[in-house]
């Protein structure tokens, strides 16, 4: 099994017909995403073509939905106007959104938050890789790739990966596949102050789903996201978490790298989260090189079996 999407999840990509979103679309069709529709204001009708594919392109979200059937949408859109593409979202009711989009104003997402309350759509990000459920084909093919991440370095396993950081989702799963251990789901939740889903969250689903065995999760300085999910696999989590904390020699008060990764207080830093992580019985990895040796530790001990 898989959480948030399937093998046979359609997919539609506004940006399509820009440079980058529609490289990615490319790319997710590649690896045999049920890439349906692209979605650009103004070129409805137009075709995006690639490697035999043909996606019809639509004017807005609610047309791609209807005349496709896709129920997720990865955006690739200008931050200036990506507010407004994810509330697209949320009135079509679709299932989920990925916002990829690095920049989008604190305001634009406040402003889209509050009005996602209440409402059936899902978003993760912004400023996020997005998610691969890996499919059982050589490197992976057949599988669904929403986002950037690459593709070709996931296995299909049952190791989930969630994380604030896309290039440290990346090494997680290449160092998993490449000791032959394969993924369920990896979830890039990003980096901003103000997203859609949070570490929590995507470790509630994964230990509802009962072909994740094990979990990774990453995370860094700034905000008490880690320290609320660690709590939480405490006292509810009974299968055999590593995790990681980015950040360790970041000095007070200076954003590094993500918006949202700027030590506020003493319970923002990455000392103060990786205490809390062995409290709550996680193992914690000293470096990044050592993510997925900390799982196959705790596996161990807890005797379970990840591969």
């Not at 440079?19 to 204001?41: C, E, I, K, M, N």
């Not at 979200?61 to 955006?75: C, F, L, P």
């Not at 709590?231 to 980015?246: D, E, L, M, S, T």
Request: proline share 5%.
């Amino acid at each position: 099994m898989s959480i948030l999407v399937t093998p046979a999840t359609k997919i539609m990509v506004q940006g399509i017909t820009g440079a980058f979103g529609g490289r990615h679309a490319q790319l997710s069709l590649d690896y045999g995403t049920q890439v349906v529709a692209g979605v650009t204001p103004g070129k409805g009708g137009q075709t995006f073509e690639h490697n035999g594919h043909q996606v019809p392109i639509f004017n807005s979200v609610a047309e791609a939905a209807k005349a496709t059937g896709a129920t997720v949408s990865a955006i690739f859109v200008p931050p200036p106007f990506a507010g407004d593409a994810i509330l697209e979202c949320v009135d079509a009711g679709l299932d989920l959104a990925v916002a990829i989009t690095e920049g989008i104003p604190v305001k634009d997402m406040i402003r889209v938050k509050r009005a996602m309350q209440g409402k059936n759509t899902r978003l993760i990000g912004p400023n996020c890789p997005g998610l691969v459920t890996p499919g059982t084909g050589k490197n992976s093919h057949g599988g669904c790739r929403i986002g950037i991440a690459p593709g070709y370095i996931h296995q299909k396993g049952h190791v989930g990966v969630v994380s604030r950081s896309g290039t440290l989702t990346y090494e997680a799963v290449y160092q998993l596949t490449s000791k032959g251990i394969g993924q369920s789901t990896c979830v890039g939740i990003g980096g901003d102050p103000v997203n859609g889903t949070s570490h929590l969250d995507v470790i509630k689903m994964f230990n509802d789903d009962p072909e994740t065995h094990g979990i990774i999760m990453i995370g860094e300085i700034g905000g008490s996201a880690e320290v609320e999910a660690a709590r939480w696999i405490k006292a509810n989590c009974k299968k055999p978490v590593a995790g990681f904390i980015a950040g360790a020699t970041a000095p007070a008060g200076r954003r590094m790298g993500h918006a949202g990764a700027i030590v506020g207080g003493a319970e923002d830093t990455a000392a103060a989260k990786i205490k809390v992580f062995e409290e709550c019985g996680i193992e914690v990895a000293a470096t990044p090189s050592d993510m997925a040796d900390a799982l196959l530790r705790k596996a161990k001990a807890a005797g379970v079996t990840l591969s």
